[in-house]
């Protein structure tokens, strides 16, 4: 079946630094990818949609400038926290559907998700 | 604007019995789509069991059903014979027309007893 890899599932990083999240799909082909941010004991909030090759549309409130993405081709997105804070600390999953299928029927593919920790 | 609603915060069920897990939704799109995801506790998505708003029939995958009232909005998951491994967080989610992104409810943590 479809599956989606998120790298890394888990960083520690000093405030200031920047970290970059990868997600990709390992057999199929995603023109689009979502990011969603998770505190803990919380649902999953939608951060962002990664259009490839073109600009990602931002959820109102997420700041783009902080929050940088970029999908160079149909198999990757990446997620950049520039110039982390610990308040950024938080579980970053990224989701994809195959390009092909627009049946709402198929469901959105995974990745395991990225939990990062600001210090 | 699309909302998802989760009234349990948290369920408790004994194992081998069943458990009703409760989700109303409201949209104005007469076309959505109705998701249900299992995030265990390392993190990962797992998706259960699908509903199309035009769908006549409750959606079934193994022990998973779907109690879709569409009047009511509601989307409710069924879990036949709980298993210890079913012990989890439970989010109902919904896409849009078009239907690529989801919006979630808050979610349920299901315990499952022995």
């Known amino acids: 079946g479809a599956v989606v890899s998120q790298h890394p599932s888990r960083v520690i990083c000093k405030s200031g630094t920047s970290v970059k999240i990868e997600c990709r799909s390992l057999?199929?082909?995603?023109?689009?990818m979502f990011w969603y941010r998770q505190f803990p004991k919380q649902s999953l909030m939608l951060m962002a949609t990664s259009n490839e090759g073109s600009k990602a549309t931002y959820e109102q409130g997420v700041e783009k400038d902080k929050f940088l993405i970029n999908h160079a081709s149909l198999t990757l997105s990446t997620l950049t926290v520039t110039s982390a804070h610990p308040e950024d600390s938080s579980f970053y999953i990224c989701?994809?559907?195959?390009?092909?299928?627009?049946?709402?029927?198929?469901?959105?593919?995974f990745g395991n998700g990225t939990r990062l920790t600001v210090t | 604007a699309q909302k998802i609603t989760q009234t349990q915060p948290g369920m408790f069920v004994q194992e081998k019995e069943a458990v009703t897990l409760d989700c109303t939704y409201d949209t104005s799109d007469p076309s959505y789509g109705l998701f249900w995801y299992k995030q265990p506790s390392s993190g990962e998505m797992i998706f259960l069991i699908y509903q199309g708003s035009y769908d006549q029939q409750n959606a079934t995958e193994g022990r998973y059903s779907l109690n879709f009232q569409k009047a009511r909005k509601s989307a409710n998951l069924v879990i036949s014979a709980s298993q210890l491994g079913d012990s989890a967080m439970y989010f109902c989610a919904m896409t849009p027309p078009g239907g690529n992104m989801l919006t979630f409810g808050g979610g349920t943590r299901l315990m499952v007893k022995p």
């Open positions: 989701s994809a559907r195959a390009v092909r299928t627009g049946d709402l029927r198929s469901p959105l593919h």
């Open positions: 057999d199929f082909q995603a023109t689009t």
